[in-house]
C-alpha cells in the first residue's frame, strides 16, 4: 500500500499532462484531503501513513477522470466557496473566487443589519445566497433560476447547508412571481457574461464540462441580462435597497451606466484582488 506522499507523487504525474504544476499539487492535496477526510494541516503532519485498498481505489477513480481534463470540483462532488463546502455537478457552474469577492462586499455593507430579503438570480448552486444566509441576519433568501437541474443542486446544498431558502424556477426574462413589489434589501446575480467570441479564449475543462447557458451570452447584446435585471430591481427592491452585479470585465462602466439610465444611484464599479473590474453596484 501506498503511503500519502507517494500518492500525492502519483496524482501530480498522473494528471500533469491535462493540469501543469502548480495547480497539479494544489488539485492533488485536495483529492487527499476529499478521500483521507483530513483537512490541510492533518495531511501535511501524515505523509508516511498508508492509504487503505478502498482509498486507493477512490484515488484511482478520481484520477482517471481527472487525466480527461475533468474539473476536480466536479469530481470530488464538492467546492469550497465562502467558508461553506457546496454540492456541485455538471448541472451547475463551479463557484469562482470573484463570486466570493461579490459575497464579501454584501455582506460587509449590510453587517449588523436584521430582517434582510434578499434575492439572487441565476443562482445556480445557491453559492450566492446561501452564503449570504450564512453570514448575515437574513429574515428570507430567495434564489431564482431556470434550469431544474440547477435547482436541485441548490436545494440539496440549502438541506445540507440548513439554510432557509425559496428556489423559484422561472426565465429571468418572464415576469417574477412570488415576491411582493419593493420588498427586498438586496438583489445580486453572477449572470452569463461570457461572449460566444471568447470561447476560443477558454480553458477545455471549462467547455467541456461546465454548463454554457449559465456562461453564455450573444455577442450581439452581451449586456442583456443586466438591463433586465436591472428592471427587475427597480420593481422589487425597497428604497435605499441595493443591487450587486458580478460582471465581464469589458462592461463595468457600460454595467454601471445602465445602472444609473434604470434609476439607480450610487453605481460604482468594484476591481477584483486581479485589479479587474468585476462587481457593479447600485442603491435604489
Known amino acids: 500500500m501506498a503511503t500519502i506522499q507517494q500518492t500525492s507523487q502519483y496524482i501530480r504525474e498522473s494528471i500533469q499532462t491535462a493540469f501543469p504544476e502548480p495547480e497539479a499539487g494544489a488539485i492533488a492535496q485536495l483529492v487527499l484531503e476529499h478521500v483521507l477526510q483530513l483537512d490541510r494541516m492533518q495531511l501535511s503532519l501524515a505523509q508516511q501513513q498508508e492509504l487503505d485498498p478502498e482509498q486507493e481505489t477512490q484515488v484511482q477513480q478520481a484520477v482517471e477522470r481527472l487525466k480527461k481534463q475533468e474539473p476536480v470540483q466536479y469530481v470530488l462532488g464538492t467546492a469550497h466557496f465562502y467558508g461553506l463546502d457546496l454540492q456541485v455537478d455538471e448541472r451547475v457552474l463551479i463557484p469562482r473566487p470573484e463570486t466570493e469577492e461579490l459575497v464579501d462586499l454584501v455582506v460587509r455593507e449590510h453587517r449588523g443589519l436584521s430582517g434582510l430579503q434578499v434575492l439572487d438570480i441565476c443562482t445556480g448552486s445557491g453559492c450566492i445566497p446561501l452564503a449570504i444566509a450564512a453570514n448575515l441576519e437574513v429574515d428570507k433568501v430567495y434564489g431564482l433560476e ?8 441548490a436545494r440539496a446544498n440549502a438541506r445540507q447547508l440548513k439554510l432557509p431558502a425559496a428556489w423559484l424556477q422561472q426565465d429571468v426574462f418572464e415576469p417574477v412571481l412570488g415576491i411582493a413589489s419593493h420588498s427586498l434589501d438586496i438583489i445580486t446575480s453572477n449572470p452569463p457574461y461570457v461572449k460566444e467570441q471568447e470561447k476560443a479564449l477558454m480553458r477545455t475543462n471549462v467547455l467541456a464540462f461546465e454548463p454554457h447557458l449559465a456562461l453564455f451570452v450573444p455577442d450581439e447584446d452581451p449586456l442583456k441580462y443586466y438591463r433586465r435585471i436591472a428592471e427587475i430591481g427597480t420593481a422589487l427592491l425597497k428604497k435605499g435597497g441595493r443591487l ?33 473590474d468585476r462587481i457593479v453596484t447600485g442603491e435604489l
Open 146 to 153: 431556470l434550469s431544474e437541474g440547477a435547482l436541485q443542486v
Open 244 to 276: 450587486y452585479f458580478e460582471i465581464n470585465e469589458q462592461y463595468g462602466e457600460e454595467v454601471r451606466q445602465l445602472l444609473l439610465q434604470a434609476g439607480f444611484t450610487k453605481a460604482r464599479v468594484v476591481q477584483d484582488l486581479f485589479g479587474k
